[in-house]
């Protein structure tokens, strides 16, 4: 699944979030192409595993419980994309190194959320 790259994209823009003070700008557009990309991919990774529960499903009572069960994990991962969102408009406002840090740890768990979410797959 084309979505399952989102934590890698993820992951290269924590990395270029903690360059010197020249590379601010530039870490923060990374920031936001690796979010939007992410947000895509995780868009399509959804489609297709909402699909892979329903026709998985035993009975409507489980497919309803399974899904369920598969959105309130996906809500924190929604959560997590809005935080990091913001914490990119701050570091690109205040343009300092404790708005920068807040950047990286918002990508971190936006990171951590869609790994968790995707059991880590590739």
């Not at 290269?12 to 895509?40: H, M, N, Y």
């Not at 489609?47 to 409507?60: D, F, P, R």
């Not at 009572?61 to 990119?88: H, N, P, Q, T």
Request: net charge positive.
């Amino acid at each position: 699944m084309r979505a399952l790259r989102a934590p890698a994209i993820l992951a290269i823009a924590i990395v270029l979030s903690g360059c010197a003070a020249s590379t601010r700008e530039s870490a923060i557009r990374s920031a936001i192409a690796a979010l939007d990309v992410s947000s895509t991919a995780l868009v399509v990774y959804d489609k297709e595993h909402q699909e892979s529960i329903v026709s998985g499903a035993t009975s409507l009572d489980d497919g309803k419980a399974k899904l369920a069960a598969y959105r309130a994990k996906r809500e924190v991962v929604r959560k997590a994309f809005v935080v990091a969102g913001a914490a990119i408009g701050v570091a690109a406002t205040l343009n300092d190194d404790h708005s920068m840090a807040g950047m990286q740890l918002a990508l971190k768990q936006v990171l951590d959320a869609v790994t968790a979410l995707t059991g880590g797959a590739p």
